[in-house]
């Protein structure tokens, strides 16, 4: 959206400036989102006198009217009219009406190159057909939809020629990815980008634990294909499992993982998990927590479970205490900072492809963060080259992601 104002003249308003729009992109996975985004749009209202705020995104999709009662908010755009939203903006600027441009829809935003050209993300779905009982998801976004298979290519290619380093496949449901007349699916598109890949590499963002088996895992052998995986796994209790209508077992997912350890050394291993769905005991969280360290995960996303609005699971209510899901919450986190720390000193005395960010970092294809020693002459080095580098050092910090020391292999 900014790059097409940008292209207009616009520029971004800084925290001292009084913004004349706003656009808040808005989520709505948890109860807690609803509220950040309450509370973002009523302190931008509050400290932009005067500026059109508009919200659009998931929320924005689904409590459109909750939105749109909160004074001061000018236009409220659900996810379906969001390509729409910078033109308007722009016919509003301009004091004309708003006309669509052709061929607009929900995968309009791609062909834009990120600053600095290091990664880009690149939508390939939207949309999910699965009906988990605890998720809003396909309320907001929708069943699913692929964007068109020579588009993908076309894009991959520009990044590419572009110099864009990391090209990062995203959707709501990546393996579901098909064209309506069924010939081709997820893995003939994967297959296809990796033909024309030479210079970028591909990660994908997130993948559902069934689209795990060797087609994807053999593809991804594959020099330019990034050995990181984000499987969800949500629980490991093949109860809650079931009442959260997952479409897997805990030993299907064990399978899965261990084929893919199995094929892809030092994979990067990261996961979701809900902690407190109103039928998780203390047992079953247990369960939950054994399946995590048994299969050596380097990262865990832990979210507290929340109702929301719609989904078959608002029945079961809530009955879990917050200060419960709170201690389940951090027992999974401080997990998580060892199992990281864990994953990262197995990566010590290792080689790996790094990527320069803007910031100076470095980011390998397995998702290993670092820099160089102070000594370094990063200045060398252009933000988006790829260098080699070894891993010397890991500091851990507490609660979050430690960071490497590295050295400059070539
Ligand atoms: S797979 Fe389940 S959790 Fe993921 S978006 Fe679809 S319904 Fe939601």
Not at 161 to 180: H, K, S
Not at 371 to 394: A, H, M, N, S
Request: hydrophobic residues 35%; aromatic residues 10%; contains cysteine.
């Amino acid at each position: 959206m900014y790059t097409i104002l940008k292209d207009k003249g616009f520029t971004l308003a800084t925290a001292d400036e009084n913004a004349e729009y706003i656009v808040v992109n808005t989520c709505t996975v948890t109860n807690k989102a609803d509220v950040k985004n309450r509370n973002i749009i009523r302190n931008a209202i509050r400290t932009n006198p005067g500026a059109k705020v508009y919200v659009t995104g998931c929320y924005a999709e689904t409590d459109k009217e909750v939105l749109q009662n909160i004074p001061g908010v000018f236009g409220v755009f659900g996810n379906t009219e969001k390509s729409s939203l910078p033109y308007q903006i722009l016919a509003d600027w301009e004091g004309k009406s708003y006309s669509q441009p052709p061929n607009l829809d929900r995968f309009s935003y791609s062909d834009v190159l990120p600053e600095g050209h290091t990664r880009a993300y690149l939508k390939i779905q939207d949309g999910c057909n699965r009906k988990c009982s605890y998720c809003k998801i396909p309320a907001a976004r929708g069943l699913g939809v692929s964007r068109n298979y020579g588009d993908i290519i076309d894009q991959v290619k520009y990044l590419q020629d572009n110099g864009v380093g990391e090209i990062q496949l995203t959707g709501v449901n990546l393996g579901w990815y098909r064209l309506e007349n069924g010939d081709k699916g997820f893995l003939n598109l994967v297959e296809d980008i990796l033909k024309v890949l030479e210079y970028s590499r591909i990660r994908l963002s997130s993948i559902e634990p069934p689209d795990v088996g060797s087609g994807l895992l053999d593809l991804m052998q594959h020099p330019r294909f990034c050995k990181f995986l984000h499987v969800p796994i949500q629980s490991g209790s093949r109860k809650i499992l079931k009442d959260m209508r997952r479409t897997y077992h805990p030993d299907a997912f064990r399978t899965r993982i261990e084929l893919a350890k199995s094929k892809l050394p030092n994979l990067f291993l990261g996961t979701d998990v809900i902690v407190g769905f109103p039928s998780e005991t203390e047992v079953e969280f247990q369960e939950t927590k054994q399946l995590l360290i048994e299969l050596g995960f380097a990262k865990l996303h832990v979210f507290p479970y929340s109702v929301r609005k719609g989904t078959s699971a608002e029945s079961l209510g809530d009955p879990i205490p917050g200060d419960e899901k709170k201690r389940r919450v951090l027992d999974l986190m401080a997990l998580s900072s060892e199992l990281h720390t864990k994953y990262a000193k197995s990566a010590i005395g290792k080689t790996f492809e790094a990527i320069l960010e803007n910031d100076g970092r470095l980011v390998t294809d397995h998702y290993l963060k670092g820099r160089l020693p102070e000594t370094f002459p990063i200045d060398t080095l252009q933000k988006g080259q790829f260098v080699d580098v070894r891993c010397e050092e890991y500091f851990p910090a507490k609660d979050k992601e430690g960071e490497f020391l590295f050295t400059f292999a070539r």
